[in-house]
């Protein structure tokens, strides 16, 4: 098992930028792929981007491809998601996972128009 705590959430103006940070403990933070996922009210949890437990392979919901980063830092435990170039429909709580069971909390993204 592995606790996560999602941060950096907030307000921002469309085109702006923030970076969420993801604090894992428990269970070896390398044993897991990660990734973050997000959820906009009245819509389903969809996916955003996933990094892999070895090799730095990483992957992308295409609607973030090119706006979007992520990277883990394993000697801090922890998951990053830089976002880049923000819309209004990018508007959502934020999920940090860890293999298929694991969530955090979320950390809520609102981008103004």
């Known amino acids: 098992q592995v606790q996560l705590v999602e941060s950096g959430g907030g307000l921002v103006q469309a085109g702006g930028s923030l970076t969420l940070s993801c604090a894992a403990s428990g269970r070896t933070f390398s044993s897991y792929a990660m990734g973050w996922f997000r959820q906009a009210p009245g819509k389903e949890r969809e996916f955003v981007a996933a990094?892999?437990?070895?090799?730095?392979?990483?992957y992308y919901a295409d609607f973030v491809k090119g706006r979007f980063t992520i990277s883990r830092d394993k000697a801090k435990n922890t998951l990053y998601l830089q976002m880049n170039n923000l819309k209004p429909e990018d508007t959502a709580v934020y999920y940090c996972s860890a293999g298929p069971s694991n969530w955090g909390q979320g950390t809520q993204v609102t981008v103004s128009s």
């Open positions: 990094h892999g437990w070895s090799g730095g392979i990483t």
